[in-house]
């Protein structure tokens, strides 16, 4: 049973995100990042609860503004802010589609061209991927018993790498609009901005360079039972494991599924994670 | 102050230098302009020690209070403030010279030399390489297209430091030039009358001229747009309006904005070549300028990485339960894989680097392959700096690279400054769809052997002075494909030759052994380019992963040819050819052993062991007369 009432909590409190009226909205902290404008709303908190029920208060913080959110309570997981990180990149994909979905090029939405879809879909298998390994990690789930550890490893020291390549990606897809600080996508320059910080400021861990069994650990029955193995053997960020440093994106009949399911959610409101919480975002 | 930095201005002795010895330091053109160059072309031949002379003067124009001073740079992004101060510097410094051509009264005779100028100012600083660079876009349509008055009136104003723009892009377009609706109609008793808004403009509005893409017939299409080199002091008060100022993520103090125009009179001579002929030429334009927006990328690039390579040089992370002498208390570069990922993006950056040079010496001798190169060009190099700065900043940012470590934010606005490349002037996308669309011409041309040799290899002899640049050779498709790539299978051949006649034997044996890797994986590419098929807007996304297989090829067999037309056969030093050749291949998926990739830690030797300051630079491991 997934905890996500918390989460629910602040979703709720600070409203919808693309409301240009929203003092927590995209729109003010796009301006009170910029000086143009104080913070003037509520100080934003993060709820007391279990680890997972924090993560997910965390997270959904973290998708308006990784600066902003608060710092977890003393003794959480690790996985933690990490976790919380996934809540970004869930903005920064939907901030994507809604631009895509806006646009045309060469006549015809932006978003039916297959190389932006294929991005997209990528971008979402590495989602579900970190939020698979953060959000086992913070329950303190051990996949391989032979290998304690291995899993909070691939958490704290892959995910980063794979939630910023995603995002990275996403702003080649934005184009121009990723480098803008002001109007209607302004949110995702500032979005990609704090989540580096989050990840790999002075204050964060360092990465510890030793080999993530990322192999083993997606097919333990543990992995295997909490997300589709087929849609996270599709994530861009598995070939961090490797020296190779070029990035393959999904293909094939998976693209296409995840594309699928990444504009179902989109278009019913929920999170992109495997909680599918309810959000009162309306892009 | 005097043009004497100017590639066809002074000489400067003092860059003569010895040859190195294999795996020797060398630098190209000290940033810090202290001590001469000591690779076996320092001092050889007129541009490098024109362009060394050049960076000697930024060199003595960095430091507090001065143009180029990294805390007056860092104030001046902080405040989305324009660099006025280094851009004048420049123009006092004569490098606007370098954008005019020779034949239209400038310096402009060889791009390598371009592309060495625009490096070394942004390696101090992109926000002011973007901005001055910006004429030669401006510019570059008449020198293709107008005819040669123009052109040399044109020349005259730039050399007057005149700032010339290029404005294409509109709100709701993008790259999508084709959708344009800003108009350009026939005025009663002659000339144009222009309306609409060009936005996301670089320089847009400091600039006192601008090349215009408008369109000239209702219907549009590749026939239906013209050029127009405005001049806005000829244009009536109230017919053209700036618009503000765009903030944007990194090169916060460019003047990135924008203009409308409300049938703003343009006299008969402003049209730039024939009606209708505006797509076609902005396309040839932008081959060149492309190919040239890797000198940016190359100069960010070495600045991120010297940035990063000092940090790692003198920052522990011992902790205060560390010991003096422990194992953590020594410098972060000396961590195994610390040094490792250093040596990576050592060879990310002199694969970069021989992709830029041969590009950019292609615009003189293979021409008409500009279609593929440039493309090559403008997606590789851009992302392969992006990539590595963000594997630097990812291992180096939660030691302090990101805060403390990092004094006036350098390495922060570098990161951010250089993000811009990647997506103006066509991005990684556009450009690889660019590849994408000719791969049956690229593919039918490798299978026959189409290189011109004699081309290939005077783009791949960076210290010789090449041949002048014919703009009507460009080509809006290459007809042959394209002989970087075409022309492996006899570079390979020619390396296994000087290996079968080495003394002593066996010495380039590994270097044979992983360069047959590469023209294997080559023709293993080409096979798969050939196969693919889809139709207009429908490139798979799979193919998009050929296309970085392909330009991965490309660097590699660019730094191929370098090294064979640049070394001797005697004393050659293999340790940067092997190093570029194991990170293709490694990034390709190709088997790579450990052994071989331990030539990544000589690179790391490379870039820590020089003086502070100075860069790795393919440029001062090639001999001018080897080939």
Partial sequence: MITTTLADTVEETLGDPFDATNPHGFHALVDTAEGRRPFDAAPWHLPDGDPESVLHALRALHRRSPALAPAPPAGAPAATVVGASVGALDSALRITLRHLRSRHLYGAPASDLPALRTLLAGAYADLLLCDTLTTLAVRGTEPLPDRPGALAHAAEALAPRALQGAMDRLSVVMGSRFYIREGAHSSFQRLLYETQRALFGADRPVLDPEPVPLAALLAAPAVVGSADPVLLAAAPGLALTGSSRRVPQPGGAVQERLYEELVARYEAGTTFDHTRRPLPDRP | MTTAALPTGAVDGQDAGAGAADGQRVTDGPADGRGPATGPAAGQDLPTRSVNAFTRRLRELTGPALPFGAEELAALDAADAFPTAACRALDEAGLPRSYVPAEHGGDLADFTVVLRLLRAVSRIDLTVAAAHGKTYLGAVSTWIAGDDEAARRLGGRIADGEVVSCALTERDHGSDLLSGEVTARPAPGGGWLLDGEKWLINNVTRAGLVTVLARTDEEGGPRGFSLFLVDKARLEPGTWTSLPKVPTYG?????????????????????????????????????????????????????????????????????????????????????????????????????????????????????????????????????????????????????????????????????????????????????????????????????????????????????????????????????????????????????????????????????????????????????????????????????????????????????????????????????????????????????????????????????????????????????????
């Avoid at chain 2, 409300?262 to 402003?270: I, Q, R, S, T, V």
């Avoid at chain 2, 690229?442 to 052997?449: C, M």
């Fill in chain 2, 251 to 627: 090169i916060r103090g460019a003047d990135i904005s924008g203009i409308s125009f409300d049938a703003a009179h343009l006299p008969e001579d402003a049209l730039i070549g024939a009606v209708g002929q505006g797509v076609e030429i902005i396309v040839k334009a932008l081959h060149i300028t492309r190919t040239c927006c890797a000198a940016m990328s190359l100069g960010a690039g070495d600045h991120a990485l010297r940035l990063a390579a000092d940090f790692a040089a003198t920052h522990h992370d011992a902790g205060p339960g560390d010991a003096p002498g422990s194992a953590h208390d020594a410098p972060l570069a000396r961590q195994p894989h610390i040094r490792r990922e250093l040596g990576e993006a050592t060879a990310g950056l002199l694969l970069a680097e021989a992709t830029g040079l041969i590009a950019v010496r292609s615009l003189h001798s293979l021409t008409g392959e500009m279609s593929v190169i440039s493309a090559v060009a403008k997606a590789y190099v851009p992302a392969q700096v992006d990539a590595l700065v963000a594997r630097l900043l990812q291992l180096l940012g939660p030691h302090g690279l990101l805060g403390p470590g990092d004094p006036h934010g350098q390495f922060a606005k570098a990161e951010r400054d250089h993000r811009i490349i990647g997506i103006f002037d066509g991005s990684s996308l556009v450009n690889r769809n660019a590849l994408i669309e000719q791969f049956p011409r690229i593919a039918r041309g490798y299978r026959k052997g189409r290189a011109d040799a004699e081309a290939l290899a005077e783009a791949a002899s960076p210290h010789t002075a090449p041949r002048p640049f014919r703009p009507a050779g460009l080509s809006l498709l290459s007809t042959s494909g394209c002989s970087v790539l075409a022309g492996l299978p006899a570079a390979v051949e020619a390396l296994r030759a000087r290996a079968a006649d080495e003394v002593p034997a066996r010495s380039l044996a590994p270097l044979l052994s992983l360069a047959e890797r590469l023209l294997d994986a080559t023709d293993r590419l080409h096979e798969a380019m050939a196969t693919v098929r889809f139709t207009p807007r429908a490139v798979p996304g799979e193919a998009f992963d050929l296309a970085e297989r392909y330009e991965l090829c490309f660097a590699a067999a660019g730094a191929l040819h370098l090294w064979l037309h640049g070394t001797t056969t005697t004393a050659a030093d293999t340790t940067w050819l092997r190093g570029c050749l194991v990170k293709a291949l490694t990034d390709l998926g190709e088997p790579v052993t450990a052994a071989e990739t331990d030539v990544l830690d000589e690179l790391t030797d490379l870039l820590l062991d020089g003086p502070p300051g100075t860069f790795v630079s393919l440029l001062d491991h090639l001999e001018a007369n080897a080939s």
